[in-house]
């Protein structure tokens, strides 16, 4: 694999000049397009525009030829030729792969470009990716666009109670969003059982799937894990009683849920657990 050279790869104040744009954890869904402007507008230590782009794709099945769950494009085009550069040398679309790269060897001073992220062919309801952009385009900076920034002032918390009436390993329920806006869900509480070992650790997991839970409790096949395949740990130590235990915020990737659009969630721990409060009548709001 040999040794990365920092100074081709990440901007170092004093010791080279170029710009990088990072986009990290953004969600995508199926057929939508992300579209990033790029000008070049000054030189600098890089004569070639390089756009990266990654995602962790889901698990496949045994035995798979074709393993790409989720396939996502990246394409660059020239905004003055209308030239089309796809992905890792290619003359269309790369349906094999889950890294990306597009780099265009001589990138000129006023030349402008648009870099697209395509959610091409998702088999799970959405994917997060992370982008990464370099070459002498804006300001010699470093922006990263972090799509976990709770500093955003459109942030809120949905707050539910904590009374505790029933508790079991796992509890479904619904989101919808109501309003003029999508929703994008970022970060979790749960009501975890005080456990008598302070030592113990619990596992969670969360899955999803477009639509209502009712009528879905037991189809496995319809839901999709959103957490890492072995689950969250949380330690017992961090439960307490009619109190939320929060969960890391990289549990998962954020969760988009366009306007209108209602999303089941399976919360469930590997042991009974999991505290929950009765819910109400289908299709009453419960919290919002």
Known sequence: FGRVNLLNSVPLAEHNDFAMEVVDRAVIVNDEVHEINISISHSCDRTDLSVT???????????????????????????????????????????????????ISNANLGDEFIVRVEGSNLATLNQAYA???????????MNTNDANDSSDSNVEELVTTYEAQNGEAGNMFDVVSLGEYDLEIVEMDIHADVSPDPNANYTVMIYTKEG?????????QLWSLVTAPDGVIVSAASASKNAPTSLPSDAFAPIAIATNITLAFYVTLTTPHI??????????????
């Open 53 to 103: 782009l990654a995602w962790t794709d889901p698990a496949a099945t045994d035995g798979c030829t074709a393993c790409l769950i989720n396939d996502l494009d990246l394409t660059v085009v020239d905004k003055h030729s209308n030239v089309v550069y796809y992905a890792n040398g290619g003359s269309g679309y790369d349906t094999r792969n889950n890294v990306e790269r597009v780099q």
């Open 131 to 141: 982008l990464v952009i370099t070459g002498c385009f804006g300001d010699d900076y």
């Open 275 to 288: 505290k929950y409060s009765d819910g109400t009548m289908l299709g009453s709001v419960y919290a919002s």
């Open 212 to 220: 209502s839970y009712v009528g879905y409790e037991n189809d496995a």
